[in-house]
């Protein structure tokens, strides 16, 4: 409006206004510290201050690092179902990733907990869980896994098919 000033405020910390202080439009940084606050707009002219108009912004960061994984460190070659999880905080989704080979999720990507199907021929490796919101991803949180197998059919079998009763050695 021609003639009007606008007098801007926030009363949270960590907030810059970038560009345009006394318009009707402000650009505006926020800091990594940032606090939740109000925003505060006066409208001036010659003749005086007009009312407020007031905003309340909540300040959110990225998701701080998952709890500790929960679930077996170790599994066997062939296991189906294994079960791992961190604690669910509300509105933080979760990556998972194994970096050995022959694990496959069956069941709970983007969630706090999955399921695992171990391959016969997987490979020990590490699972990685990302949580992250609509500011970013937080701190990962990983679980080393070793993969047990069956052992190894032995070589052949080697000595007489043939012997007599009695005979020893």
Do not use: E
Request: net charge negative.
């Amino acid at each position: 409006v021609p003639g009007v000033s606008y007098a801007w405020s926030y009363d949270g910390t960590g907030v810059s206004i970038l560009s345009g202080q006394a318009t009707s439009s402000i650009s505006v940084g926020y800091a990594a510290n940032a606090t939740s606050g109000s925003w505060s707009v006066t409208p001036s002219n010659l003749y005086g201050d007009g009312a407020s108009r007031t905003l309340a912004v909540s300040v959110t960061g990225v998701p701080a690092q998952p709890s500790v994984v929960t679930g077996s460190a170790s599994v066997c070659a062939g296991d189906g179902g294994v079960g791992y999880g961190v604690t669910d905080v509300p509105g933080v989704s979760y990556a998972w990733s194994y970096d050995g080979t022959g694990a496959s999720l069956a069941a709970g990507q983007g969630t706090n907990n999955i399921a695992v199907d171990y391959a016969s021929d997987t490979t020990a490796g590490t699972w990685t869980v990302t949580p992250s919101n609509g500011c970013g991803d937080g701190a990962t949180r990983s679980l080393a896994v070793v993969v047990a197998t069956v052992p190894t059919q032995p070589s052949v079998v080697t000595g007489s098919a043939s012997v007599c009763a009695g005979d020893g050695g």
